[in-house]
């Protein structure tokens, strides 16, 4: 099979079995949600003997240069809201030993948990406390958030991995690990893993049977399937792994029958430790169409109990804490813009009209529609407006997002810390997990207009959330929906794919091409002639200007196989530098869920130097095996938000159960001039775009940006 379930990252399942699937899995899916971008390095724990020094741990890196990288920086800044995290964190009261002993909030919501379950009362709506954003003193000008610098990545002792290693081959487990575990338990790894076996978890890549093993080997027969340590880590486990799969908070039933699959003896106790130890946080927001009935309605008078028992109960969920933070901080953020913008009234077409009354516009439509909100920063700059267009991949006139947030390209930062910006119009807006999103927002002075501009059609973000989708269901700004369609035979076949339709296009010019195949060695035999031979000589256009988009990572025909057979035909070489030559295509991933096509100049003592559209990048010599692999082949995922003169689309007999509608649009999207189909899914491509909808991602965004904007109201 070609993986296909990992190409489509919360698509793949039912938000209500995520957890059960990721106790079924027999291993991590490499091209779900946080790790899309990239095929990661990191296979979890290795058995004894292995070859170790593959495992390679992002942790292990030197602390950054006085000229950062834009990878390093945008890591940085990624450690900004980590950093906040960890401040709010401590600046709770000091963890408590049972849940009995929580208040406030959290105790209320814990009771809600048991009373809700046991079925002794009703559930009613409990909503933790979103701080609402400062308003503007009516007669000054808006307050601002001072903002602190991103910190430095932090340094990782030597004694500290030593201490680590020491510990890890106690257990058994690979020593590789060593760097990668210091770095997310910190200095205190070596003593907080001897106490906590379990805490193996944290490290991406490690599975359930796995930290299992290393358990047993460190307490012998001091441990067991009902350990409080196993059963707490295992339920934040299982919400890391739906955050692959793209969600942002699980149904509490998903999570219970997740850990009855993973053999923890009483699942409603586990999560209620894992609630009381603060590990997970339980949410219940309100349904606001039920609050009304309860509130009454026109006449005054309530809907009455009998309706208000056939409404179901809006789900508890769960969730951890970094991604809670985030989508309040995201819901804040927002919400702050919308109240602290002055309306004014700027003359032109809609979409300008929008912005200057606005402090939140969001803009609808294809490729051929970036034209539009492309043209409104132009008209900004025009008006004297400090404006900025950022993309989620390199596009001609703007920056990239994680450009623009490092500092690496852009108007840079204020006194205050935040953008020096009137105006951002962001484009591949469907690109932003809930994270970036909440750094970009938080970056923003107050009175500054944001656009957010993408086409709803296409894949979701590469990590947790679901952020542009949200905020158009919300509706709680303008939306323009842009009249362009996307031209010729291209256009037009993506247009019908959009409403579920696959249409029979005319393409005299060969603009689209249908090869059937019989098996995956026949499709990949014809992808690496359509590459190398077919499409240079037909339309003139080089090897280097064609991109392979394929299903998944493994399989005969996945990214892997076809990478290999490319690179044996288009530059063949011993790969003598970490598996790469000079003039090998590569896929870079500075950081999860973003990928920078890219071609290997050189290597040396320094790392591995690429050419990412005429800017030079040099990857460490550690980073290598999790952060590049081959990139004449990518997954729809990777090749989001970019688009190449010509692409063939890669569609094997096993691939089928990984097609959607999103899929299939976003991977014929990414062709300017020609589209070439290796066809070998029979009726199940027509099927997928009439009936593939994508199961919907558990996220939070909507409701708490909707209360924030709702207590305006009233």
């Known amino acids: 099979m070609t993986e296909p379930s990992g190409e489509t990252p919360p698509e793949a399942a039912a938000p209500a079995a995520d957890a059960a699937e990721a106790a079924d899995s027999p291993a991590p899916e490499p091209e779900t949600a946080g790790e899309a971008a990239t095929e990661a390095g990191d296979e979890g724990l290795r058995e004894p003997g292995q070859d170790d020094a593959a495992t390679v741990g992002a942790g ?8 950062l990288s834009e990878a390093q920086a945008e890591l940085a800044a990624q450690r900004e809201l980590r950093a906040r995290i960890e401040q709010r964190k401590a600046e709770r009261e000091a963890p408590v030993e049972a849940g009995g002993k929580l208040s406030g909030t959290a105790a209320d919501l814990l009771a ?23 308003r503007p003193a009516p007669a000054a000008a808006p307050e601002r958030t001072v903002r602190p610098p991103a910190p430095t ?34 200095e205190g790894a070596a003593r907080a893993l001897a106490d ?70 009483e699942p409603d106790k586990a999560v209620e430790l894992a609630i009381s130890e603060a590990a997970v946080l339980v949410f219940q927001d309100e349904d606001e169409e039920a609050a009304g009935e309860e509130d009454g309605d026109e006449t005054g008078e309530g809907a009455g109990p009998a309706a208000r028992e056939e409404r179901p109960p809006a789900p508890v969920l769960l969730g951890l804490e970094r991604y809670a933070l985030a989508e309040e901080s995201l819901a804040d953020g927002l919400a702050r813009l919308i109240r602290t913008v002055e309306a004014a009234d700027w003359a032109g077409p809609e979409l300008v009209r929008a912005a200057g009354a606005h402090g939140l516009v969001l803009h609808t439509g294809g490729e051929a529609a970036r034209a539009e909100p492309a043209a409104l920063a132009d008209a900004a700059r025009e008006r004297g407006l400090r404006a900025a267009l950022a993309a989620h991949t390199p596009r001609a006139g703007a920056v990239t997002v994680a450009a623009l947030l490092s500092g690496a390209a852009g108007p840079g930062r204020d006194e205050e810390g935040a953008l020096a910006l009137d105006l951002l119009v962001v484009l591949d807006a469907p690109q932003l997990d809930v994270e970036t999103a909440a750094l970009l927002v938080e970056a923003l002075p107050d009175g500054c207009r944001l656009v957010l501009a993408g086409d709803p059609h296409v894949l979701g973000s590469a990590g947790p959330g679901r952020v542009f989708a949200d905020l158009l269901e919300a509706r709680i700004a303008p939306q323009i929906a842009s009249r362009v369609p996307d031209p010729g035979p291209i256009g ?7 409403v579920g339709e696959l249409n029979q ?26 590459v190398a031979d077919s499409i240079p000589r037909a339309l003139g256009l080089p090897a280097d200007r064609t991109q392979v988009i394929t299903v998944g990572h493994g399989g005969a025909a996945g990214t892997r196989a076809l990478n290999a057979a490319l690179k044996q035909r288009l530059n063949p070489g011993p790969g003598r530098f970490g598996g790469y030559d000079p003039g090998d295509r590569v896929a870079h991933s500075p950081a999860p869920g973003r990928t920078v096509p890219g071609t290997v100049v050189s290597a040396d003592a320094e790392g591995l130097h690429l050419d990412c559209g005429g800017e030079p990048v040099v990857v460490p010599k550690e980073r290598v095996e999790s952060a590049l692999r081959h990139g004449w082949a990518l997954t729809a995922h990777q090749a989001a938000g970019a688009r190449w ?18 899929w299939v649009y976003t991977a014929f999207g990414r062709a300017e001039r020609h589209l070439s189909v290796v066809h070998g899914v029979d009726q199940a ?23 924030l904007l709702q207590d305006d109201e009233a």
């Open 505 to 530: 296009v005319e393409a005299p010019g060969k603009e689209v091409v249908i090869v059937p195949v019989r098996d995956a060695g026949e499709a990949v035999h014809r992808t690496v002639q359509l």
């Open 645 to 662: 003169p010509a692409a063939v689309v890669v569609l094997p007999g096993d691939a089928a159960a990984g097609l959607s509608r999103a």
């Open 492 to 498: 037009e076949l993506v247009s019908g794919i959009g």
């Open 153 to 186: 990545a932090p340094v990782v002792t030597e004694e500290t991995t030593s201490s680590v290693r020491q510990v890890l081959a106690r257990g058994g487990a690979p020593e590789a690990l060593a760097g990668q575990v210091a770095a997310v338990l910190g």
């Open 685 to 707: 491509l027509p099927r997928a775009v009439a009936e593939g909808r994508d199961p919907e991602r558990t996220t939070r965004l909507r409701p708490l940006i909707e209360a």
């Open 112 to 134: 809600a948990v048991r009373a809700v379950e046991s079925g002794a009362k009703p559930v009613t709506s409990f909503r933790p406390e979103v701080p609402a954003p400062a």
């Open 196 to 265: 906590d076996p379990w805490q193996l978890l944290a490290v991406p890549g490690v599975r359930p049977e796995q930290a299992d093993g290393f358990a047993r080997a460190l307490l012998g027969a001091g441990c067991g399937p009902g350990d409080e340590r196993r059963a707490v880590a295992l339920t934040a486990w299982l919400l890391e792994q739906a955050a692959v799969k793209g969600h942002t908070a699980l149904e509490i039933g998903a999570v219970r029958d997740g850990l009855a699959k993973l053999s923890v003896p």
């Open 60 to 67: 292990t890196e030197a602390a950054a240069a006085p000229e």
